[in-house]
């Protein structure tokens, strides 16, 4: 017994080229929500840190990371590394003698509806 495979390869082949290009489609997608959430908390940051952390705010960044089987993510916060950065954590979350500003959290609020409206034209698209 025999089979003509060959409409299946060529569906195996057009199905690993739409993977690799969900990749990349979704890739973008999550670095412009980094962005926005980086460039949102900053904003917030310069707002409530004010004259007490006035180098915070330059300390914000992203970095896209990517697991295998595991798709694109991203990393935001202060860089511990940078001036002021290691005080990210006493401003966010607070402490025994400040309040949380929640910049971070504001940020990250912000930018949701706009994440999961371009993950779902994404998906959209792949249909």
């Known amino acids: 017994m025999s089979a003509d495979i060959s ?9 690993a080229r739409a993977g690799a290009e969900a990749d990349r489609h979704a890739r973008q ?12 908390w900053r904003d ?3 707002s409530s840190s004010g004259r007490y952390a006035p180098h915070y705010s330059g300390t914000i960044g992203y970095d896209l990371t990517t697991a295998s089987g595991a798709g694109t993510g991203a990393v935001i916060g202060p ?10 954590a006493i401003l966010e979350y607070g402490s025994a003698h400040s309040p949380p500003h929640n910049d ?4 990250l609020l912000a ?13 959209e698209g792949l249909l």
Do not use: H, M, T, Y
């Open 104 to 107: 971070g959290g504001r940020a």
């Open 79 to 88: 860089d511990k590394g940078g001036l002021q950065g290691p005080l990210g």
């Open 44 to 46: 917030n940051a310069r």
């Open 7 to 15: 409409g299946l390869e060529a569906l195996v082949a057009d199905l």
């Open 111 to 123: 930018e949701e509806p706009r994440f999961l409206a371009a993950v779902e034209a994404l998906g």
């Open 29 to 40: 997608v999550v670095s412009k929500g980094a962005l926005n959430i980086k460039n949102g």
